[in-house]
């Protein structure tokens, strides 16, 4: 490869793009369309040499000037998003994001990372035949020029291009249609510590594109694409759920979005239990557990990921020493919780034990008191908490046992689509894990899950349950769950031994 700088040249691969299509298109160069070339060009740069080429053309408004004859299509610059993307570079993300405080703060020093800029920078290679007014015309000695031949192509540099401390006749030999903030980052700025010289970026170059399909170019790149879903970004790559500066710094964009996500499928699923009875707005008076409560629960349960308890979040954490996280997508979290519930729900309803009669007696409906009656634990933020602690916990112990990471769907774009949701609930039910869990509902229905206020109790069992209450209550129910559940026989008691004598 030559040397770019002592020769002047630069290797370009030559990318051929064009659809027959496109011969169709009315192509205007009073409009400034004038048909474009064939192909555009692929190479990479040192950033300050490139930085030192180009021209970039801003939006400005200038008295008596038409809208339509301001050829730029540039945004103004923002020196902070510029000083943003110096930071990244320096030392990847989430360093960029700190403040001066924290980046001399010796605790931080860990989130150093690489600050790779992989995306091209899009240009345009003014030809002799590019006008921009007389004042910003490019000098005929200052243009670039690109030899195609057999063996491959070069970008020419400007005769007597000397770098960064270089400066045109007139006009700038390269326009930026996309990237001009990440070549400002490298702008050499007295206070600022300078990135290296030879930092390359790849680079895109059309050819004598006019000016209108650069601002085609720059809408189609910055404002056409659809953002890609947060959340989503999890499913598409499950590593992020582990990653240990997104904890560090609490970043919330997964956790929250997620728990938000799974609650509302409970909620809007028909077959869930859940169906219409979560608290979606915290309206006071309408009962039912509130969403942010069932966010909290999931966040600290599920989608846990805490290094220090050696079970984590089934959907948050490594499932094992050296293994990955769960791949599973958002629909397949949503059924899994719901196929939790359903189970839990059968089993309560099925149940004869005394405290599940006793409610059902005594509530104003009959129907499902011991489940969602007023005074059932399991319909409060507690008692939601403890089922989904409890489930957590029993399946993320035997996730490698069970091949959970072998379950897997095709990922969808909303996790709240009923088909989806259903086919991934089908095909759960088939999983041996499924054979657990209404194991496992079936022996926390046996436990007694009346609040303080419900009827019948004696002076201990109410005392016993005001314990409940509160931030303590959370931890507290879960263990007296287990430790009934492990006074039973069988496997599951087993595991409930396991999980006591490990919290």
Not at 383 to 402: E, H
Not at 468 to 494: H, K, N
Request: proline letters at 6%.
């Amino acid at each position: 490869m030559p040397n770019e700088r002592s020769e002047g040249r630069i290797p370009a691969v030559r990318v051929r793009q064009w659809s027959r299509t496109w011969d169709s298109i009315d192509f205007d160069s009073k409009a400034h369309r004038r048909r474009p070339p064939n192909h555009f060009y692929i190479f990479s740069m040192a950033a300050r040499d490139l930085k030192a080429l180009t021209g970039i053309r801003r939006r400005e408004v200038s008295a008596g000037k038409p809208r339509a004859d301001d050829l730029g299509i540039q945004r103004i610059h923002d020196p902070a998003r510029s000083n943003e993307i110096r930071e990244f570079v320096r030392f990847g993300y989430p360093w960029s994001e700190l403040s001066e405080r924290k980046r001399k703060r010796p605790e931080y020093e860990g989130l150093k990372k690489p600050g790779w800029l992989p995306t091209a920078v899009v240009v345009n290679i003014v030809t002799p035949l590019d006008s921009r007014g007389t004042q910003e015309d490019v000098h005929v000695n200052d243009l670039l020029h690109v030899i195609d031949e057999e063996q491959g192509s070069e970008i020419v540099l400007p005769d007597g291009f000397s770098g960064p401390s270089w400066t045109p006749a007139a006009g700038f030999p390269i326009e930026v249609i996309d990237g001009q903030h990440r070549l400002w980052a490298f702008e050499r700025d007295g206070g600022k510590t300078p990135l290296p010289d030879d930092y390359q970026l790849p680079v895109v170059a059309f050819v004598g594109l006019d000016i209108s399909w650069q601002a085609y170019l720059f809408w189609t790149i910055n404002i056409k694409p659809k953002r890609i879903n947060p959340s989503l970004a999890f499913d598409l790559y499950p590593l992020l759920r582990t990653e240990d500066w997104l904890e560090r710094l609490d970043h919330s964009v997964y956790r929250e979005t997620r728990a938000q996500e799974l609650t509302e499928a409970l909620w809007a699923y028909p077959q869930s239990p859940w169906h219409h009875r979560i608290n979606m707005l915290g309206e006071r008076g309408v009962g039912g557990v509130t969403q942010a409560a069932w966010v909290r629960s999931l966040i600290a349960t599920y989608i846990r990921f805490d290094r220090k308890n050696k079970a984590g979040g089934l959907f948050g954490a490594p499932i094992g020493e050296n293994q990955p996280t769960l791949p599973w997508n958002r629909t397949q979290q949503s059924a899994f919780l719901i196929f939790v519930w359903q189970c839990m729900k059968e089993a309560v309803d099925r149940s004869d034990a005394e405290w599940a009669m006793v409610l059902r007696e005594e509530g104003p409906s009959k129907e499902d008191e011991a489940f969602l009656g007023q005074t059932s634990l399991l319909n409060t933020d507690q008692g939601v908490r403890a089922v989904l602690a409890i489930t957590n916990d029993f399946t993320f112990a035997r996730a490698q046992l069970l091949s959970l990471a072998e379950w897997t769907e095709e990922p969808v774009d909303d996790a709240m689509d009923e088909q989806a949701i259903e086919t991934s609930l089908s095909s759960l039910k088939q999983l041996p894990v499924a054979e657990l869990l209404r194991e496992l509902t079936e022996a926390m229905a046996a436990f007694d899950w009346r609040t303080s206020a419900a009827p019948r109790l004696t002076e201990d069992q109410r005392s016993l349950k005001a314990g409940f209450r509160g931030t303590g209550g959370y931890g507290e129910l879960a263990r007296q769950v287990l430790r009934m559940i492990s006074e039973q026989q069988g496997p599951v008691a087993e595991t409930a031994k396991t999980l006591l004598s490990t919290s």
